[in-house]
Structures are given as C-alpha cells and as structure tokens.
C-alpha cells in the first residue's frame, strides 16, 4: 500500500469513544486493550481511526486509546503469525495507523489541517501517521475548501508528519481529480476509502475499486459486515440495541437470499458467516478494516484470512446479493460523483 507494508485486513476504531452509537463507556478501556494486544500479535498492523472519533467531551477518544496501547505493547510481544519474538520497538514500528482528518467548516486553510495532523500525532503518541486522510470531500457544498484542504495533505506529506496519503468517501471524479492533483504535487495517493461489502457493491463503489486498480491505490473498504447486518447475529425479531435497530429493522427483511448464501457458504467451508463476507472484501482485490471493540470480534475476524472463496462461491455471493431486494444506506458524507 504505497510505501507501506500493511496486513490483509485491519481493524476499524470507529466504537472506540463513541457513546451514541456503540455503547463506549471507559470500563471499556482495558478490554479494547486486549482487543487491540490480540490483533497485533496476529500480525494486524493497519488500524483506522480519525480525529472526529469519540463522541461528545469524547472526541478524538480512538486516537487517545489507540496511542496509550501502542505506548504500552509489551517489552517482548511473540507474534503468532511468524512465529517469532519481537522487540516492543520494532513492533510499534511495524504498526500502521490510518487516520482521517474530519473537513470540520472552521478548517479553511492548509496550516489549520496541518494543525490537525499535529493534534493527532499528539493524541496518537506518535513521531509519523502512516495514512493521513481526507475525511470526506467538500466539492459538492463548499468547493473553495475543498483546494486547501488538498493542500493541507501536500503540506502534511512535505513536512513528514505522514508517510503516505489517502482519501475517505471520494466519489468516482472527485477521487480521480484529487489523484491527478496529488501527482502533479508530487505527492501519490495511497488509498481509498468507501463503503465496501456485499451490502454496498452498487455502481458507484464498482467504479470506484475500477478507478482505484487502474491508478494503483489500494481501497480500503469500511463496513463490511454492513453495521453488523451481515453477522446473522440479528434478525427482525432481534435488533441491536440504539440507533442501529432502525436501520436494521428497515435493511434486515430484504437480506434473505444474500445471508442464507452466506450461510450455505460458510457451512460448507467450516467458517462463520463473518468470516465469509469479510474474505469476499479480500477476495475482490480490497483491505477490509471490520470494527472490533472485543477480543470474541478479533478471533473470529482472524478467521477471515489464510484462505479464499472460489470464482463460483463469489459468483454465488454476488447474485445472492443482487436477489436482495434491500442495499446499506450510503454514508451521508459519500461523494456521489
């Protein structure tokens, strides 16, 4: 990815302070930090995260977290992936942190997101971000602002605050014109976030993973169990609890050809049905970052990797999915165009 050397699949910090949706409450702490402990010693270097993360008195709460349980790796931590014993150095080295940089109104020239940037390394306890991101585009509401905070990124990128940059819910042209811009800036875009699973493959997000294969940006693709909705943990009957019970509510009656695949699927593989949807991510050439606030959420998720679904098992997923009569409501700040 770029100059960087990341894991098949990272983990999304997006529960991480975040009260409202997930349920965040600081007893919490010291299992997220097992959470996080788990993931890296199985060799998970790529953590998403972003300053706007953490709701409330909370915000930038995932980064904070995120920087305590870097700080505090193990002085020897054996990685189960290789098989192999490692300095807390080294390891801290190898991990990549992937932020995003919200377009907050108050944010309209490159020194105030380089400001941002340097807010975040303090949160993150960190000398260098591995991606630094842009949150969402301001093209279609505040186009003026859109240009600085493009070079906000340049300016980042020159100063070595970041070793790489990505964007967040681009659509199709403004990602191809922030891509030809980085390039003439001297500056290659690293990756591409949106909304990616078999809950969200419309037009839109195919011509995003076309555009971002042909100028060699790696998707990363956020939300792939769909909110949850493509564990088969939930049903109609059954809902999560807070704000996610509604949307579920409306999406879950529509989903039963895709997850009665997904079941079949998994079955037959000896898997679990999250395991199946986030390999389909991999499989179509992406890096998943599912949310985990629990260490039951990483092994299971660990599950997802050493192994691919066949052509005829992703062929079977992908007309399951379009047999759904239901699709993921797309993110609010997703760039259509």
């Known amino acids: 990815m770029g100059p960087l050397s990341a894991s098949p699949m990272g983990f999304g910090t997006w529960a991480w302070g975040n009260q409202f949706l997930w349920g965040y409450q600081e007893s919490m702490d010291s ?15 790529l953590f998403d995260t972003a300053d706007s993360y953490g709701t409330g008195r909370l915000n930038g709460k995932s980064e904070k977290l995120l920087g305590k349980f870097i700080s505090e790796i193990p002085g020897k931590l054996r990685l189960v992936a290789v098989g192999m014993q490692f300095g807390q150095k080294q390891v ?37 971000i ?64 949106v909304q990616f699973s078999l809950l969200s493959m419309g037009e839109n997000q195919l011509e995003i993973k076309n555009i971002c294969d042909s100028l060699g940006i790696r998707l990363i693709s956020y939300s792939p169990l769909g909110l949850g909705m493509l564990t088969g943990k939930y049903t109609p009957s059954k809902l999560p609890r807070g704000p996610r019970a509604l949307l579920f509510r409306q999406i879950l009656p529509g989903l039963k050809p895709l997850l009665r695949s997904l079941k079949e699927i998994a079955e037959r593989r000896g898997k679990t049905i999250p ?18 606030k629990s260490v039951k959420q990483v092994e299971e998720n660990l599950g997802a990797l050493g192994w691919r679904l066949s052509s005829d098992e992703l062929l079977e997923l992908e007309y399951a999915a379009l047999e759904s009569p239901q699709r993921m409501i797309q993110n609010i700040f997703q760039t259509r165009c």
Not at 92 to 112: C, E, H, M, S
Not at 163 to 183: E, F, M
């Open 275 to 292: 395991q199946v949807a986030i390999n389909w991510c991999i499989c179509k050439g992406t890096i998943p970052i599912p949310g985990v």
């Open 31 to 45: 299992q997220l930090q097992q959470t996080f402990n788990l993931a890296v010693e199985n060799g998970i270097n």
């Open 92 to 128: 801290q080295n190898n991990i990549v942190i992937a932020t995003k940089f919200a377009a907050y109104p108050w944010r309209l020239t490159p020194g105030q997101f380089v400001n941002a940037c340097r807010a975040s390394l303090a949160r993150l306890q960190i000398e260098q």
């Open 130 to 193: 591995g991606i630094g991101q842009l949150h969402w585009s301001t093209a279609n509401y505040a186009p003026p602002q859109e240009l600085a905070l493009w070079n906000g990124l340049v300016a980042m990128y020159e100063k070595g605050l970041v070793r790489a940059v990505g964007v967040s819910n681009y659509g199709p042209n403004q990602l191809v014109k922030i891509h030809d811009y980085l390039t003439a800036r001297g500056v290659p875009l690293c990756s591409a976030q």
